[in-house]
């Protein structure tokens, strides 16, 4: 890949970005070690052992984040170097953290509690089986699949970045400002909506029976896996609400704190308000698309990879399509419409399998109209503060452009406590209860 990047690929004038080929080559070798800790990572997720991956990426990210304030406050003249050399960092960090867990971890009387299948490190090492075949064919074949799909999913979430590179439709100039309200933008998506993803995948997989018809499972378990569901679209779709509503008045400010009056006077506002509503539609699809592979067969997941082969060609035209007619908001359409289609056949998917159930998740998609109203209401306000206050007539008018979202956070707040009264027990007691472990009911 290194070498399709510096041959193939638009290099930048080097008098402009030095030491590119290094960086390139860096950011290579990076991935590489961190693929070294992916069957930990994988061990670490089957086995519900969530501290060590917390700590792990933390870890990780502090040490990155720290090596680059310092390295830029100290030397700004090494320049890629500097990022290079985080990024290596920060992968040998998340590795020595999963070596270090698994070797105090194996052998304890924990693992033996958990029956954790290991050893020692080394069973983690490729070797041959005594009286079986080299490679598994039915292991090969569930493993063929899951890597298309998951190549195919690459190219719907990173496919932008693909156009982006191999085409040229932005310069490096626009390609900067796009990278970076794509980073500011996806925070939350990186930090609150990715672990609750990972975390009630694991939680569906192991509450139903994956491809069986609900009608022959457990009623107990279908009803929980269909309430905590209900609870986590009502989460999930009032986070990227709120998002979406006060993301529109406040991207300008908050591009003129982080950048400046360069990054908050250009193209910056509007790809950031744009990327606020696709915020919205990337929270629901995390937990619609989380149960649906919880739930599907395996033969439905090979079936499914067709409709992402579709809907990767798909966007990747529209990608190319819509960035020459809207420049980079264009991505960022390009991506709303491919989110909205993968919703689409999530929603539908889960409408087809409580179907002959007496359980409906969908309706947590459904919100009270009091609290439309406070959106609304706040959403108006919000936009007519920041038409009369933001952003460049002082400090004192951007307080009280502050002030007034801040008081319409408090509504909206206070209209979601009131009006879902189940949503705030199933917050208490899945993320701010003590006993992970407890499983609360809501009747």
């Not at 292991?139 to 998951?150: R, V």
């Not at 569901?229 to 993301?247: C, E, P, Q, R």
């Not at 966007?315 to 419409?337: K, M, R, V």
């Amino acid at each position: 890949m290194a070498w399709v990047w510096l041959n193939l690929v638009a290099i930048p004038d080097p008098a402009v970005i030095p030491h590119y080929e290094v960086g390139v080559v860096a950011f290579g070798f990076s991935a590489v070690v961190e693929l070294l800790a992916e069957p930990m990572w994988v061990l670490a997720q089957v086995h519900m052992l969530v501290s060590v991956k917390v700590i792990a990426e933390s870890l990780a990210i502090a040490v990155k984040c720290v090596l680059t304030v310092v390295c830029i406050t100290l030397v700004p003249h090494w320049g890629l170097y500097v990022f290079s050399l985080a990024q290596i960092l920060h992968s040998f960090t998340l590795l020595a953290c999963y070596l270090l867990y698994f070797m105090k971890f194996i052998g304890s009387r924990e693992a033996q509690r958990k029956s954790f299948p290991l050893t020692s490190l080394t069973d983690l090492l490729p070797k041959p089986l005594p009286r079986q075949h080299v490679i598994d064919l039915q292991l090969a074949k569930l493993t063929w699949t899951f890597y298309k799909q998951s190549m195919l999913k690459q190219i719907l979430t990173e496919g932008e970045r693909y156009v982006m590179t191999f085409l040229n439709v932005l310069n490096f100039g626009e390609q900067g400002i796009y990278d970076i309200v794509n980073n500011l933008g996806s925070l939350v998506a990186r930090f609150l909506f990715l672990p609750i993803e990972e975390s009630f995948y694991i939680f569906f997989a192991n509450v139903l029976e994956r491809g069986k018809d609900p009608r022959h499972q457990r009623e107990e378990d279908v009803g929980l896996a269909a309430l905590v569901l209900k609870m986590l679209l009502k989460m999930v779709f009032l986070i990227g609400m709120t998002i979406s509503v006060f993301g529109y008045s406040y991207s300008q400010l908050a591009l003129d704190i982080y950048g400046g009056s360069w990054l908050s006077s250009g193209p910056g506002p509007g790809l950031l308000r744009c990327y606020c509503v696709y915020v919205l539609l990337l929270a629901v699809n995390g937990v619609t698309e989380c149960f649906t592979f919880a739930a599907m067969s395996n033969q439905e997941v090979s079936r499914y990879n067709f409709v992402m082969l579709a809907l990767s060609l798909s966007f990747l035209g529209l990608s190319y399509c819509l960035t020459w007619w809207q420049g980079a908001i264009g991505f960022i359409l390009a991506n709303c419409l491919n989110m909205g289609l993968r919703i689409t056949h999530s929603l539908w998917y889960i409408r087809r399998y409580f179907r002959s159930t007496e359980h409906r998740p969908l309706r947590g998609l459904q919100l009270a109209t009091p609290l439309l109203l406070v959106y609304l209401t706040s959403g108006v306000v919000t936009v007519i503060s920041q038409a009369a206050l933001c952003c460049d007539q002082g400090l004192f008018s951007r307080s009280l452009h502050v002030l007034f979202g801040a008081i319409c956070l408090l509504a909206v707040v206070v209209a979601i406590v009131s009006t879902e009264p189940k949503l705030v027990q199933f917050i208490r007691a899945h993320f701010l209860s003590r006993d992970k472990t407890e499983i609360v009911k809501w009747e």
